[in-house]
């Protein structure tokens, strides 16, 4: 770019800043000319209101519009004032020993912006109150939600508070009810959330009740094709509304988590029910917001340092709440049927009715592939964004709602087949992928980012159940993201494989839980794996090598069990895929010793004794010796641990592998089947004896392993568990090492041999043979394909919600809503 042009645009754009600015200081600041002193003087009415209403013994009467109205009506305070002039320990104050006044302020704050909703909010009198109402709302709702004995007030009726007549306390509305309707009408509100379309300045409150929301939904997109001009000030305002939404349904951060409750959020239940008449263009204004939102823009260096971007915190408050509507336990419903796709509107109508969350409903009915290609471009363009490298440093603007991004694609996948299959159909899904595999690398060793690393890994599995994720990996990986892994030239599922390693590698141990489904992935994708690199052969194998050691094998329960995922993954390769795999033949070959080591693991008790004995600390586990690290890529940066200070949040426990997947068996025209297998059921479910260790060979199910546990006198009288020779001849009789070792029957002495004739010690002359050579009617019977598909539970439901909730809380810092409040769904920690 020119210097001249560089200067003219950063005066145009400091120019248009400073218009902006004044031009928000007009229109949203109600105090006169001299602003500044107004709103000092409203600030001071306000915190004296609060004093009066801490300190007030005796309940004030509703129909005292002066003493409430100092809260709304009189006052220009920001969200940031409220929560600084309410102090925590005076709400908590009122609750306790003035709960009456408690109850008056949240229904008379209720009462104004059901006002403000039925009036249609035409002067800048009553848009600030419905503002200040919101505010005070939201500082106040965590702290009912927190004592459980106030817990259903909102769902009770207001004497007094209903229709007109002699039938107004049959006819009330929940308070709950009232607010929500209020929100969501607030939210089509014209001239204060969307653009009026009428000519005159007024509109009866009858227009305003019969406005058709769907003619004013927020963005282009799903649904609806004209983009509105943008409205700094309607952001603004939906932005405040979207926040009160979200602290009304936050009620579930303050129940403790119960994976065999079924029970909805009553407060999302009902928004999300056919009362709201909002629900449809709710919904698709929330989703088209996030998924067309360019932080980027034009690109210009530094814009996000001269120009105040009020659309990201709507935007973040957006996908939020769409997150927390969409948290619906699909295990336990039946989803709409997913087989082909269909043209015209945007829900498809031909499908059975789903389940009773319109929100969930509208999303498992999107179907226009134009719909899913907006979505999806959306979606992949915010989570590669903090991936963005310029040459001028900060000069572009990272976002930093990635997890809520992600929650969002897990919904999107979960609820929609076809937006699945539509995501697996082309090569848009590594659009998906790298993202996802950055953050997992970039994460590992920070413990406060655990959840990350999960919901990361839980999409991967998920998208590795389907045969044409296995097929686009093979795309060669030319966009050089800087991560700190070996350089390497391959594809993605190079990228996959050397990242999975790295992980397991060097990644903080509270990630042990995970290394099942990171090996699941790879055992999924294995038979479509065309041509691996050298890098990603010798990375599998270091793992096979560390994983057999028997010190690591004898040390757990189920440590085997990673063994068995990595010898399925070669046998995989080599049935499936041998030609074009000659780097991970030769790696095995060079490695030999480790299968031969495998097929004579010692069994005797001196011998378990002895490699007990050199077991080590557990940081230790996996050393990278012998792994071939390299040189990193260009302009990366280590993964780092926390911060000491940093805050995180406790989550749920995981389902183990056998509960999060189900087996299928592929048949030879690429359908799938499902497996049925009592060695799935676990010892809790299963009644029945577990099958004794010589009937049936291992089905790479953990469950089975933890029922031959059960069964066999390996605990000691303290109830430690310790290894036993049956034990350990009850699945090492199982490995899956006939394929391998019939490998290296055959090309073993071919190598030797063609290495001793030609004097070879250059090991791309050796790959060279290994190309051209051939084991067709010398191996087994290539075995069925298995692949371990992710199946919804209510274990898994439960931890996503707690991570959702926990990610929410954290985010949530200007204003902290939920900041120092007695949350039970998780537990606040420092690292």
């Not at 609060?50 to 509703?62: D, G, N, R, S």
């Not at 009858?206 to 509105?228: K, Q, R, T």
């Not at 097929?599 to 230790?620: F, G």
């Amino acid at each position: 770019m020119p210097p001249l042009l560089g200067c003219c645009l950063t005066i145009i754009s400091l120019g248009t800043r400073f218009q902006e600015s004044t031009r928000w200081l007009r229109g949203r600041d109600p105090a006169a000319p001299g602003g500044d002193m107004g709103t000092a003087d409203s600030k001071l009415n306000f915190r004296k209101a609060v004093i009066q209403l801490t300190t007030k013994t005796q309940p004030v009467e509703a129909t005292d519009d002066a003493f409430w109205d100092q809260f709304w009506a009189d006052s220009a305070t920001s969200v940031q004032d409220v929560f600084a002039l309410v102090p925590a320990a005076e709400i908590r104050a009122v609750r306790e020993e003035s709960p009456s006044n408690l109850a008056t302020l949240c229904y008379k704050a209720v009462e104004k912006l059901v006002q403000g909703s039925e009036s249609g909010c035409h002067s800048e009198k009553e848009k600030q109150i419905v503002l200040n109402c919101c505010r005070l709302l939201t500082r106040v709702l965590p702290y009912i939600f927190e004592d459980p004995d106030w817990r259903g007030f909102f769902w009770s009726t207001v004497p007094g508070a209903g229709q007109e007549g002699g039938e107004e306390d049959e006819n009330a509305r929940p308070l709950a009810e009232s607010l929500l309707l209020a929100i969501a009408d607030l939210l089509f509100c014209p001239d204060f959330t969307i653009q009026s379309h009428r000519k005159s300045a007024v509109d009866s409150a009858e227009d305003i009740h019969s406005l058709d929301s769907c003619e004013y939904i927020w963005e282009a997109g799903v649904g609806f094709a004209h983009s509105p001009q943008p409205n700094y000030t309607h952001d603004l305002n939906r932005t405040e509304l979207l926040k009160l939404l979200l602290t009304c349904f936050s009620e579930a951060m303050y129940l403790p988590p119960a994976p065999d409750s079924n029970s909805a959020n009553p407060w999302v239940q009902f928004f999300c029910s056919t009362e709201n008449r909002h629900a449809l263009p709710l919904f698709t204004s929330l989703l088209n917001i996030v998924c067309a939102y360019d932080p980027v823009g034009y690109g210009i260096p530094y814009n996000h340092l001269l120009f105040s971007d009020y659309r990201e915190p709507l935007v973040e408050e957006a996908a939020q709440v769409l997150i927390v509507t969409l948290d619906y336990d699909s295990a336990t419903s039946t989803s709409p049927t997913v087989d082909g796709t269909t043209t015209g509107t945007a829900m498809d109508d031909s499908d059975p009715p789903g389940p009773e969350n319109l929100f969930v409903n509208y999303l498992s009915r999107i179907h226009r592939e134009e719909d899913f290609q907006f979505i999806l471009k959306g979606v992949a363009r915010l989570l590669s964004n903090p991936l963005l490298q310029t040459y001028l440093p900060n000069s572009a603007k990272k976002i930093q709602f990635h997890q809520e991004l992600l929650v969002l694609f897990w919904k999107l996948c979960d609820f929609n087949k076809k937006f699945l299959f539509f995501v697996l159909k082309s090569s848009d899904v590594l659009d998906i992928l790298v993202p996802i595999l950055f953050f997992l690398n970039d994460a590992r060793a920070d413990q406060s980012r655990v959840g990350l690393m999960h919901i990361g890994v839980f999409i991967l599995l998920l998208l590795s159940g389907e045969r044409n994720f296995g097929v686009r990996l093979n795309k060669p990986y030319s966009v050089r993201v800087p991560m700190d892994i070996p350089v390497f030239t391959g594809t993605h599922a190079d990228l996959l494989i050397v990242v999975f390693h790295k992980i397991i590698t060097s990644g903080h141990q509270r990630l042990q839980p995970l290394f099942d489904c990171l090996l699941t992935i790879i055992v999924n994708v294995s038979p479509y794996l065309k041509s691996l690199s050298m890098v990603a052969a010798n990375k599998l194998l270091h793992l096979l090598e560390a994983f057999s050691t028997t010190w690591f094998l004898f040390s757990a329960v189920q440590n085997h069990h990673l063994v068995f995922f990595l010898l399925e993954v070669f046998n995989n390769i080599i049935q499936y895929q041998f030609d074009g795999n000659s780097n991970l033949v030769y790696a095995i070959i060079r490695k030999r010793s480790v299968f031969h080591q495998l097929a004579n693991l010692p069994t005797d008790m001196p011998s378990i004794h002895k490699a007990l004995q050199r077991r080590r600390r557990t940081p230790e586990t996996l050393s990278r010796t012998n792994s071939q690290e390299g040189i990193s890529m260009e302009g990366s940066c280590p993964a780092v641990p926390a911060e000491p200070g940093t805050l995180k949040t406790s989550l749920v426990a995981t389902p183990g592998i056998d509960k999060l997947t189900e087996k299928s068996q592929v048949s030879e025209d690429g359908t799938m089947k499902s497996l049925e297998s009592e060695s799935r059921r676990s010892p809790v479910e299963s009644s029945s004896p577990a099958r004794k260790s010589e009937e049936e060979p291992w089905n790479g199910e953990p469950g089975q392993a933890c029922q031959e546990q059960q069964q066999s006198p390996t605990a000691s009288a303290g109830g430690q568990w310790n290894p036993t020779p049956d034990w350990v001849l009850s699945w090492k009789s199982k490995l899956p090492l006939q394929t391998i070792m019939r490998l290296l029957q055959v090309l073993v002495p071919q190598v030797e041999k063609i290495c001793i004739d030609k004097g070879l010690t250059d090991e791309s002359e050796i790959l060279k043979f290994l190309q051209h050579g051939t084991l067709v009617g010398l191996l087994p019977v290539p075995h069925p394909i298995l692949i371990r598909k992710y199946q919804a539970n209510s274990g898994t439901a439960m931890w996503f919600r707690t991570y959702m909730w926990g990610v929410i809380y954290l985010r949530n810092v200007d204003p902290p809503v939920w900041y120092d409040t007695d949350v039970k769904l998780f537990e606040i920690q420092r690292v």
